[in-house]
């Protein structure tokens, strides 16, 4: 079994793992709830869905050739920003400054919207692709910092994860090969190693039944850097990053149902 | 090569004058359809632009950038409408479906000029797959529209996101037409597979949240 095929398959569950958490969305909205932090979230479940469609479609129909841009980026753009919607339709008191935050974050799209091109050389596609992301990200990190849903050490984790494996991917432009694959092992267990503990940290959550608003701002996190990982790796890094991505989608459902649930 | 600024032309021409001997909807739906003629005509003259300026073949156009390009340009009177009128949510059904039909209409008549209407067969499958995807692209997207502005969601963001289903519908009836066998026969149903679920969709969806409206 090769690892597209792997990926084929984690794209063919992907596609039923959104489909049935659309559908609950939906019915949330429909019998329980209809705040807009759910409708932005059904909104970008459905787009991601979509997306979701093509690309399986396309990957089993022409599976040689690379997509170009195509409709399904259409989609991923509109599942951020309404992910950035959603987050910021929450209500809560907002008083802390976040800007350093969001520009570190904007900076570390940036940077992967550099490396995105010098990859694909593909400019417009790229670029509009990192300025719906930098707004996701710019939405999650002054939510994230509103709530203090993250400690100090949790931050500085986030960020050196983060900037620590864009930079290494950054250096495997000017080493020869057989480095690339050392650098591409050192840079990725580095975000993993950073995903998994927020899932963990999620778990703990769950389990002590504590801090209900700030697992939903978390499991948003895992998605973003999974989503961040899925866009900087290929092969078998990709396909991990992929499964993660997945498992995002009912966590980050539970939790924004659980934060709304009438009383 | 067909003239189709000519067809436009022959075509518009005896529904220009019928606007002045009708009134309400039906001047309504026929400026509406007009529209949906000549963004077709425009779409063309975007496609063609862009396949030659990124020398993609005919077939790569057809799966790739006219999706995008004319679903934009289907959105784009749907949200003029949208924004100067303030329809109500059936009327903004209403200008969708006629500018579908009119941007499919033209472009069927441009299809058949092109390649010939001596085979019935062909003509029906042309008729009963892009002339349905066409009005239940625009629908979709304009039924997605409606659902967000009653639940006060209508923001750019929502705008992107009705854009991305009726690109990505349109997108996967271009992809799975253009690869031969069961694939393109799933392509030829799918739209009006689609529009039969969209209309079921559409009465149910439309009750309940009618429903919690009131509540």
């Not at chain 1, 620590?164 to 591409?184: I, N, R, Y």
């Not at chain 2, 359809?33 to 990124?54: D, K, N, P």
Request: hydrophobic share 55%; with cysteine.
């Amino acid at each position: 079994m090769t690892v597209n095929t792997i990926t084929v398959g984690v794209a063919i569950l992907q596609f039923a793992v959104l489909l049935v958490v659309c559908a609950l969305s939906i019915r949330f909205i429909l019998y329980k709830c209809r705040s807009l932090q759910v409708v932005f979230f059904t909104f970008a479940i459905a787009s991601a869905l979509l997306s979701n469609i093509y690309w399986v479609t396309y990957d089993i129909l022409i599976p040689d050739k690379r997509m170009p841009f195509a409709a399904n980026e259409i989609a991923e753009w509109a599942t951020l920003l309404l992910y950035g919607s959603s987050l910021m339709s929450a209500s809560g008191i907002r008083t802390a400054s976040a800007k350093l935050h969001m520009f570190l974050s904007a900076l570390l799209v940036a940077a992967n919207t550099v490396l995105w091109i010098a990859w694909s050389g593909e400019w417009i596609q790229d670029i509009l692709t990192g300025l719906s992301m930098g707004y996701f990200f710019c939405c999650l990190v002054y939510v994230l910092k509103q709530t203090e849903a993250l400690n100090r050490a949790e931050w500085t984790l986030t960020a050196f994860a983060c900037f620590g494996a864009t930079a290494v991917q950054a250096v495997s432009f000017f080493v020869p090969g057989e480095t690339v694959a050392v650098l591409d092992i050192i840079s990725f267990s580095l975000i993993f190693s950073c995903i998994l503990y927020f899932f963990i940290r999620m778990v703990a959550m769950y389990i002590r039944k504590a801090e209900q608003d700030r697992r939903h701002y978390i499991s948003f996190l895992a998605y973003s850097l999974s989503q961040l990982t899925m866009y900087m790796s290929s092969d078998s890094f990709y396909t991990i990053a992929l499964i993660s991505f997945t498992l995002c989608f009912p966590l980050m459902f539970y939790t924004i149902i659980k934060e709304n649930e009438p009383a | 090569m067909i003239y189709a600024e000519n067809i436009l032309l022959c075509i518009t021409i005896p529904l220009l004058i019928s606007l002045l001997f009708v009134q309400g909807s039906v001047r309504r739906f026929i400026a509406a359809f007009l529209v949906g003629m000549g963004v077709c005509l425009l779409s063309a003259y975007i496609s063609g632009f862009l396949s030659m300026a990124t020398m993609m073949g005919e077939n790569d156009t057809a799966i790739y950038i006219s999706p995008i390009v004319e679903e934009l340009m289907k959105l784009l009177p749907v949200l003029f409408c949208l924004a100067v009128f303030d329809p109500s949510e059936q009327g903004l059904d209403f200008v969708a479906v006629a500018v579908g039909a009119g941007f499919a209409t033209f472009e069927n008549c441009c299809y058949i000029l092109t390649s010939g209407a001596e085979k019935l067969v062909y003509t029906m499958i042309r008729g009963l797959s892009v002339g349905v995807m066409h009005i239940v692209s625009i629908f979709a997207l304009a039924f997605w529209l409606a659902v967000a502005k009653r639940l006060g969601a209508l923001t750019f963001p929502s705008v992107v996101g009705a854009l991305s289903l009726s690109m990505i519908f349109h997108a996967l009836y271009n992809l799975l037409v253009s690869a031969p066998g069961v694939s393109s026969v799933i392509g030829y149903l799918m739209p009006i597979a689609t529009a039969l679920v969209l209309a079921l969709i559409y009465r149910k969806l439309g009750k309940k949240l009618e429903t919690a409206k009131k509540t």
